[in-house]
């Protein structure tokens, strides 16, 4: 079946601070791979996409690329700011008979603290 | 604002208890996807409706049902409940095929 592993949280770290979550996954298919973010009391937004091999997703300051032959797709920042604690979700989709369901790691939870 | 509307926002509840949660997706969205977030299991797909038809089911329980009407909002069904059925469900709608799914805010049901 499909999974999705992510580093285990918390992590806590200071402001402008390099930022690296580890995700990897196992899929039957040709998966797309996400980076989705939950902030306190919010619904998850998505923060990036890639749906093939090497493609490289990026958004607001975040970047995660595709890696087929690690079948990883791990997050990363460069200088982390105080409003970008939330909790992190890494998760893929694999077409089939059409529907499109995501299947989640179990998140990992970063505090920047200033 | 995600544009996709769940209500209500918190549920109370005790065991044995019926409820149903709403979800109203974003405009021209004809997919809907509801999922559980609880402490031990994370985020878990439930189930899949797409323009009023049963698409997928994921790890729904038999004591849960759900609907999507033909003005394209869906219903979440939960019954004889549990203390284990304590948690956040998540409603998410998307256009089709592979694009982004929107989540709601969800509902946080509260089994005492």
């Known amino acids: 079946g499909n999974s999705v592993t992510q580093m285990e949280g918390p992590v806590t770290l200071s402001e402008e601070a390099f930022l690296t979550i580890n995700c990897t996954y196992t899929a039957t298919g040709y ?61 893929l989709s694999v077409p089939g008979a059409g529907s499109y369901q995501l299947t989640f790691g179990k998140g990992t939870k970063l505090s920047v603290i200033p | ?13 005790a065991t044995g208890q019926r409820v149903t949660l709403r979800c109203s997706p974003r405009s021209g969205d004809l997919s809907v996807y509801w999922y559980q977030q609880s402490l031990d299991q994370g985020l878990q797909f439930l189930i899949q409706y797409y323009n009023g038809e049963e698409r997928a089911k994921g790890n729904i329980l038999e004591r849960f049902s759900a609907q999507q009407f033909p003005d394209l909002h869906s219903e979440l069904n939960l019954s ?30 509260s089994i005492l």
């Open chain 1, 31 to 91: 998966p797309s791979l996400f980076w989705y973010v939950q902030y306190p009391g919010e619904g998850l937004q998505l923060l990036l996409k890639a749906t093939k091999a090497d493609d490289k997703g990026s958004n607001k300051g975040f970047e995660a690329t595709y890696r087929k032959e690690t079948t990883s797709f791990h997050l990363e920042k460069g200088s982390v700011q105080v409003s970008d604690s939330a909790v992190y979700f890494c998760a």
């Open chain 2, 1 to 13: 604002d995600s544009g996709v509307t769940q209500t209500p926002k918190h549920l109370i509840t």
């Open chain 2, 80 to 109: 004889s409940l549990e203390l284990g059925d304590s948690a956040l469900y998540f409603c998410a709608s998307s256009v089709e095929g592979d694009q982004p799914q929107h989540f709601g805010d969800g509902t946080r049901l």
